[in-house]
């Protein structure tokens, strides 16, 4: 029965796949039809001031394809828009494999999009007809072979044709959406030198903000040294340098000194423990990243509800990368969300650790506004992970979270 059940499931997200794979290859088809127009236009001379256009419009349709695919499997980076000049443009590689995308999916994804959507229609239809058999002429019912229909029992065999056509809705319909997306998954990632240009340069710039956030990181525990402890701990020096002159003179005076000095040598520790929390948080350690995350959720000003499911440890470096993303997000939602809740969820899985924020707050959350998010996005980025934010204005604000962190 758990089979069945799963075998529908499977086949009710296919046709949704392969309804939005008919749109795009409508779409497709047009902007075939434009780019054949404006290519035979151009060998009189006439298209060639269209023809940039027509290239923009297949990039524009196969960028919708790219999304739809990455929304469903493995992510198809997008290159960017279409070089400048018709000579540039037609050597471009990704040019190029969309031109030949964007042939071969009006037809793919046309056909498969149809046969798709026609198997439930055609269940449909045939499996009620008992029910209205009635209402159309006996020679005309429904199906591959014209029959006629005089009675209920004849009707009845139309219903047992609906029941095997719903049979191949549900089996057949993961394989069409399947060689729908044959194209796409084909064509439109980047060629494979570019794929590992844009990959080295990926992790060039990741590289750099990992340097970068390690020098901020570092400014800011020698800021808080120099302006917080050593400022207490020099206090501290002078207070003691002051009651020992004074335990000869004024024993009193003494004792209220060695008291302030107390209390600047207590404040010193605490900050001293602040840093050392901002490091590495011990809390880690002692009560690992359910533990932790526990303990953020239950002093967030904000009501939050937390769900985490880490099964095993992952590195002390992913998982303090996680809190500290939790407490980023936590503390931007009580300062600047204006929300009433928030929900934190952890798991793990497929080699990854997965962390996301939502709240209720009026959104419109911008990176650029310092708000904290480019500091998140920087320390994601230098583990080679990816941070999404969907903040409309009005909200709800999500922030998604992808860490490496192992199989």
Avoid: K
């Avoid at 779409?27 to 060639?48: E, F, P, Q, R, Y």
């Avoid at 004074?246 to 209390?263: C, H, K, T, W, Y």
């Avoid at 939602?333 to 707050?361: M, P, Y």
């Amino acid at each position: 029965m758990a089979y069945v059940r799963g075998r529908v499931r499977a086949s009710v997200d296919a046709l949704e796949h392969l309804v939005g794979g008919l749109g795009t290859a409508t779409l497709a088809l047009g902007a075939l039809l434009w780019a054949a127009i404006v290519a035979v236009a151009c060998v009189g001379g006439v298209g060639l001031l269209a023809a940039p256009g027509a290239l923009r419009v297949v990039r524009s349709v196969a960028d919708r394809e790219r999304a739809r695919l990455s929304r469903r499997g493995d992510p198809i980076p997008t290159p960017g828009p279409v070089p400048d000049g018709l000579r540039t443009a037609v050597h471009d590689p990704f040019v190029r494999r969309e031109l030949g995308w964007v042939a071969l999916y009006s037809l793919v994804g046309l056909v498969t999009g149809l046969v798709g959507i026609a198997l439930p229609l055609y269940a449909v239809q045939d499996g009620t007809f008992p029910l209205w058999y009635r209402l159309v002429p006996p020679d005309a019912a429904p199906g591959i072979v014209w029959w006629r229909v005089d009675d209920l029992s004849d009707a009845l065999w139309v219903g047992v044709l609906g029941v095997g056509w719903l049979a191949a809705a549900i089996w057949f319909s993961p394989v069409l959406a399947r060689l729908q997306a044959w194209p796409g998954r084909w064509l439109l990632p980047p060629p494979p030198g570019v794929d590992l240009s844009l990959r080295v340069a990926e992790l060039t710039a990741t590289r750099a903000a990992a340097l970068d956030a390690h020098a901020v990181e570092l400014r800011r525990i020698e800021r808080s040294l120099h302006d917080g402890t050593q400022n207490r701990l020099v206090a501290v020096n002078v207070l003691l340098g002051a009651a020992r002159r004074a335990v000869r003179r004024n024993p009193d005076r003494a004792d209220e000194i060695l008291g302030q000095a107390q209390d600047a040598a207590e404040q010193a520790l605490g900050e001293l423990r602040t840093v050392v929390r901002g490091i590495l948080p011990p809390v880690l350690d002692d009560r690992g990243l359910a533990g932790a995350l526990a303990g953020l959720a239950g002093s967030c000003a904000v009501p939050c509800r937390l769900e985490v499911d880490v099964a095993v440890r992952c590195a002390a470096s992913v998982e303090a990368t996680a809190y500290f993303v939790v407490a980023e997000a936590l503390t931007n939602v009580v300062r600047h969300s204006g929300a009433s809740r928030v929900d934190v969820a952890v798991r793990r899985e497929h080699g990854r650790l997965l962390v996301s924020i939502e709240d209720d707050g009026h959104g419109d959350a911008d990176e650029t506004r310092g708000s904290g998010l480019t500091g998140i996005r920087r320390r994601v980025e230098a583990y080679d992970g990816r941070m999404t934010l969907t903040s409309p204005p009005g909200g709800p604000t999500r922030m998604d979270v992808e860490l490496p962190c192992g199989s």
